[in-house]
């Protein structure tokens, strides 16, 4: 498929693939990114397997597994959606028109299921996002079963008795999820452990991706990137065997692949600063520039403690990491991966409508600005169709003007 042929979100995988036709790891990874959902609702529904809606990331991932249940990400559900899913939410549900557009799909996504034998319950997290919180309430009304937890915020000060109170006031949600998906607060510890080694280990494997596409900056292309690290990292794609293989696979393939000068010469290292952007077109335009996501702001690499209760662990983590809250946590993660890769330059990316995230985006960019470092600062919406657009224009002159 051309990149003129692409339409869709599904289109532009469909696409991906055949630009890595090379690779039979990253051929397999986009399978399990694109299967993720309806794999998972097939399965629910003919009874074989229990799942849960939520955001499948961080903590939440070993501990939902650990029951035996799938995580299932509502933003995935979103983001391989459409413009009459964004219209529902707006038409049906009077969502404000520039509310942000993952949000309005995933809304449109529960609407088109909600009377039919879809999973209906969702783990919802009370800090996390206005938008979504009103999703939430609105999908209580319609049938779902939603559980808001609370995630209090670590500020950049916070240590000692109070980080202590956090802890164990996070270690009281935790059980009370477990009641709230199981009927009863006993958490198998055991089976935790393993779903927390689990973590560490594929965080480690990804570490090595990462390093070795330092020499092989083309290998692995940005679209294939952001999903191989921020929806398979956090969730496996409800298949964490098959993920695990493919990782594998993919380590294989770049420890045997020559390098090239001509690539190391040629690249231009980029770090992402964002979530997974719902206009796919955005990646082949870094492509198409030269450009390579080499570091992502938003991989977890803080590895989750194996040398404290299993439960602590999962609470300690949350507050030990770049996602705690402050926004100069993730900074420093920034300027971290920006040294460490020598990148020439920030992609700071965000939807029209995302409060929370732009005050972050406009600190870093007047920060890195002082130091230097160039930075683009985008606004998404939902975007079906090939690259085109004022956004797309944008990415390409940075990148090139970075060559
Ligand atoms: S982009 Fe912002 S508003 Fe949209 S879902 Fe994420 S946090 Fe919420």
């Given at each position: 498929?051309?990149?003129e042929?692409?339409y ?10 055949q630009?890595?036709r ?8 986009l399978?399990l990114?694109?299967?993720y959902i309806p794999d998972?609702?097939?399965?629910y ?5 229990d ?5 499948a ?7 939902i597994?650990s ?6 990400s509502?933003?995935?559900m979103g983001?391989?959606?459409?413009k ?10 009077q969502?404000?028109?520039?509310t942000c557009?993952?949000?309005k ?9 909600r ?7 969702i ?9 979504y919180?009103?999703?939430w ?6 049938g779902y ?8 915020y670590?500020g ?6 109070r980080?202590?109170e ?16 199981t ?7 055991d089976?935790?452990?393993v779903?927390i080694?689990?973590?560490n280990r ?6 090595t991706v990462?390093e070795?596409r ?8 940005s ?5 191989m ?6 969730n496996?794609f409800?298949k964490?065997?098959?993920y695990e293989?493919?990782i ?5 393939e ?9 690539d190391?010469k040629n ?6 600063a ?29 590895l989750?403690?194996e040398?404290i209760?299993?439960?602590e662990?999962?609470?300690r983590?949350?507050?030990d990491?770049?996602?705690?809250g402050?926004?100069?946590?993730a900074?420093?993660v ?7 890769l020598q990148?020439?330059g920030i ?5 029209i409508?995302?409060?929370f995230?732009s ?12 130091k230097?470092i160039?930075?683009?600062?985008l606004e998404?919406s939902?975007?079906?169709?090939a690259?085109s657009?004022q956004?797309?224009?944008r990415v ?8």
């Open positions: 498929m051309d990149i042929e692409v869709s979100q599904r289109d532009y995988i469909e696409h991906c693939k630009v890595h090379y690779s039979p790891a990253i051929a397999k990874i399978d990114s694109e299967a998972i609702e097939k399965a529904q003919e009874g074989r397997q799942a849960v809606w939520c955001n990331a961080g903590w939440q991932v070993p501990l597994y029951f035996g249940i799938i995580p299932v509502y933003s995935e983001r391989l959606s459409d009459e899913a964004m219209q529902i939410a707006e038409d049906y549900y969502f404000p028109v520039e557009s993952m949000v799909c995933t809304v449109g996504q529960w609407h088109r299921r009377h039919t034998s879809t999973i209906k319950r783990i919802g997290n009370s800090s996390a996002c206005e938008p919180n009103l999703a309430e609105i999908m209580k009304r319609e079963d939603v559980y808001n937890n609370d995630v209090v670590r950049p000060a916070v240590a000692g008795k980080l202590e956090l802890v164990g006031f996070f270690i009281e949600q935790i059980y009370d999820i477990a009641e709230w998906l009927g009863s607060r006993q958490i198998d510890e089976k935790l452990r779903e080694q689990r973590k594929l965080l480690r494997k990804l570490r990462l070795l330092r020499q092989h900056p083309f290998y692995v292309r679209l294939a990137t952001i999903l690290l921020n929806i398979g990292l956090n496996y409800g964490p065997a098959e293989a493919a594998d696979l993919l380590i294989a770049l420890e045997q692949a020559p390098v090239s000068e001509a190391a690249v231009i290292p980029l770090v992402w964002g979530g997974t952007g719902q206009e796919f077109g955005i990646y082949e335009a870094i492509d198409q520039a030269g450009g390579s996501l080499l570091g992502l702001r938003s991989v977890p690499f803080k989750y403690r040398d209760p299993p439960v662990a999962l609470a983590w949350v507050y990491n770049a996602g705690a402050a926004g100069v946590y900074r420093n920034l300027e971290h991966e920006v040294n460490k990148a020439r992609i700071l990316y965000g939807y409508g995302c409060s995230a005050v972050d985006r406009e600190m870093w960019r007047k920060y890195f600005h002082e230097g160039p930075s683009i600062n998404g939902f975007q079906t169709g690259p657009g956004v797309l224009t390409k002159a940075f990148v090139e003007m970075l060559a």
